[in-house]
């Protein structure tokens, strides 16, 4: 099962600067989400748990906060 990332919400991750990265468990697709029209106090996990894979559609997805590389701007 997957380690949640406790209590981290969009706000954070702002306050950070980390993107917020989707994984799929089962495929291994990744994908950065954008979070502009997110509320600040909007939990990470939570978000996964409504979201699917578009490539092959499992529900086995996890967020997780990606830092940018300060070279290339890249997680």
Request: proline content about 5%; overall charge positive.
């Amino acid at each position: 099962m997957k380690t949640p990332i406790p209590d981290l919400t969009i706000g954070d991750l702002v306050v950070t600067g980390d993107r917020l990265g989707l994984y799929c468990d089962a495929c291994g697709r990744f994908r950065y989400m954008k979070t502009d029209g997110l509320p600040g106090s909007l939990n990470i996990n939570g978000i996964a748990t409504r979201l699917t894979c578009i490539r092959c559609w499992s529900e086995d997805v996890a967020t997780r906060p990606v830092r940018r590389d300060a070279r290339t701007g890249y997680g």
